[in-house]
């Protein structure tokens, strides 16, 4: 197998290494939120001793990815997007960029830059962990790392170029189809904000 360094699209080491470090210091002092995330933590962390490539789009074996739950100020909806691609209802997130430097502000950068809602607040503590296979590099695996996110009272979303729609729905009335690994989102997610974790600033 071709050495992924090798790939032009693959950023240098250094402008990936701040968050891979963090990412492997996130994950490794991280509890985990049921058995599949404890698992799905531990392969994460497996993969990440490849090293920072590891969190670029460019290692086929799979890639580190951020994503996030976003709940509005009054902690009764959540908001979804309608996937461009695979026709399906997911939850806000994707790929971390070389500017990144924590998994928590790539999250909050993709909650941002997909919701088009300025002013969400993020919880550094991820509420779950979740690997799928994705058709990246011709077949590779995402290694999801989920946040939870507030959104500001009043917020108004806005559909980016890579959603259909943008929806906010009632945890217990989400919309259909949806992918899988949403729904276990929801529990760590939802918890995370009866904590107070995620209370709005008054």
Not at 174 to 200: I, M
């Amino acid at each position: 197998m071709p050495d992924a360094r090798a790939d032009s699209t693959t950023p240098p080491a250094d402008s990936t290494a701040a968050l891979h470090a963090d990412a492997t210091a996130v994950l490794s002092r991280w509890e985990p939120t049921s058995p599949a995330a404890a698992e799905a933590r531990d392969r994460t962390l497996a993969l990440l001793a490849a090293g920072p490539v590891a969190v670029t789009r460019a290692h086929r074996p799979g890639h580190v990815t951020a994503s996030v739950l976003i709940v509005d100020a009054t902690g009764e909806r959540l908001l979804f997007c309608l996937h461009g691609k695979f026709r399906q209802w997911v939850q806000l997130g994707g790929h971390c960029e070389p500017t990144d430097r924590t998994l928590a502000g790539a999250a909050l950068r993709e909650a941002t830059e997909e919701s088009g809602i300025a002013g969400l607040r993020i919880d550094p503590v991820p509420i779950d962990v979740d690997i799928h296979p994705v058709p990246c590099q011709g077949g590779s695996f995402h290694h999801d790392v989920r946040f939870a996110v507030v959104a500001p009272p009043g917020a108004v979303e806005r559909v980016s170029d890579e959603s259909e729609a943008l929806g906010w729905f009632p945890p217990d009335r989400l919309p259909t189809p949806r992918l899988g690994g949403v729904d276990q989102l929801l529990e760590p997610g939802l918890a995370a904000l009866r904590r107070g974790l995620l209370r709005p600033v008054p």
